[in-house]
């Protein structure tokens, strides 16, 4: 009896596990058209039929949804994204053929034209990922170059398996504690940690990309970001987060955004840290106000980490402030609120 009982047991689990390998997996068409015939990705949204093509590649692996599933579903699109909009024929396009800059929210022209930059790709990612439901949020990074000059990059964090995970959609690059499991993959923040602490990481990257060999063998090294934490000027997360700014140089608002506050309202947006070596306690600055955005509540007031208000109009405004002081905007909560400059300037 018990032996026949063994035997039913082994047969069930042998009988499951063979209907399980014949159901049949729901594509992208089946999942989010209900459309069984064509089969294939044929979409008029250029931007769904690149998720439709990364879901179909990630259940050709997986056979059905998961953590894993999603991950690769996200790399799949990464590198959907990478060759499509390319950053080689961005630069060849812009330096000798006189292409403008892409904004970064007009992905449809990224599509046509088929070239794009960090910018581009990160709101890209974004878009297709939403056809997919999986979360996702902006990293912007920017900070000083082993030349001294100003920098930026966009790259995004995505949501699977109960942590944020980092992903460079321009250099198809992602950071692992396991070369040989790419679900190892860590967040922005542990990346730029482990580095620091010398951890073991590795980066697992599409290197025979063009653009990708192209940067090397010019010396530059696309990921000195990474492992120069000291290099950076500020991190901003889903447009939040504070930018260490001086208003002495003449690089004005290159490479960094110009305004402090949110334009969405979901949270504190952008804060400035205004500091200048060497000038005693307090700085005597110009302030250049080129707009306001929302602020319906409570006027164009800054607001320093003191608590101290200085209210501003547009155009040229004159104020003192605590040198090394972080800046924002006097708001309600989720209220839109932001102050864009032109200019700000040390008054001698």
């Known amino acids: 009896m018990k032996n026949t009982l063994a035997l039913l047991i082994v047969f069930f689990i042998s ?8 159901v049949l997996p729901k594509n992208y068409m089946m999942e989010k058209h209900g459309i069984s015939e064509p089969f294939y990705c044929d979409l008029e949204d250029p931007i769904e ?6 879901w179909d590649a990630a ?10 599933f999603d991950l690769n579903l996200v790399l799949e699109a990464t590198k959907l994204i990478q060759a499509l909009v390319s950053s080689g024929r961005e630069s060849l396009y812009r330096r000798f053929f006189g292409a403008e800059k892409i904004s970064t929210n007009d992905t449809d022209i990224c599509i046509v034209e088929k070239r794009g930059i960090c910018g581009n790709h990160q709101d890209l990612i974004k878009k297709v990922l939403s056809y997919a439901g999986i979360p996702i949020r902006h990293i912007g990074i920017y900070y000083y170059s082993a030349d001294g000059k100003r920098k ?11 942590k944020w995970r980092y992903v460079d959609v321009t250099w198809f690059s ?10 190892s993959l860590e967040s922005f923040e542990s990346v730029v940690s482990k580095f620091a602490q010398g951890l073991p990481l590795f980066r697992l990257s599409n290197q025979l990309d063009t653009w990708f060999q192209y940067q090397y063998e010019a010396g530059y090294d696309p990921f000195y970001y990474i492992k120069n934490p000291k290099s950076h000027i ?23 955004p110009n305004y402090v506050g949110t334009p969405d309202g979901t949270n504190t947006g952008i804060t400035m840290h205004w500091t200048v070596p060497d000038r005693g306690q307090t700085l005597n600055l110009r302030l250049d106000v080129a707009r306001v955005g929302g602020c319906s ?21 004159h104020i003192t402030v605590p040198n090394g002081g972080s800046f924002n905007v006097k708001r309600k909560q989720n209220e839109i609120c932001y102050i864009v400059f032109s200019d700000i300037a040390v008054i001698e």
Not at 49 to 54: Q, R, S, T
Not at 300 to 311: A, K, S, V
């Open 15 to 22: 009988f499951s596990g063979m209907a399980e390998k014949n």
């Open 59 to 68: 259940l050709g692996k997986h056979r059905k949804p998961g953590p894993k």
């Open 174 to 183: 992602i950071w692992v504690t396991d070369p040989n499991d790419i679900y």
């Open 297 to 317: 509540s409570i006027g164009l007031i800054l607001l320093d980490d003191d608590g101290n208000e200085y209210p501003l109009q547009q155009g040229s405004n």
């Open 49 to 54: 039929e690149i998720a439709c093509m990364a």
């Open 152 to 162: 930026s990059h966009a790259a995004s964090e995505v949501f699977i398996g109960d």
């Open 234 to 256: 500020g991190i901003i997360t889903d447009k939040q987060g504070t930018l260490t700014f001086s208003p002495n140089t003449d690089l004005g608002f290159q490479h960094i």
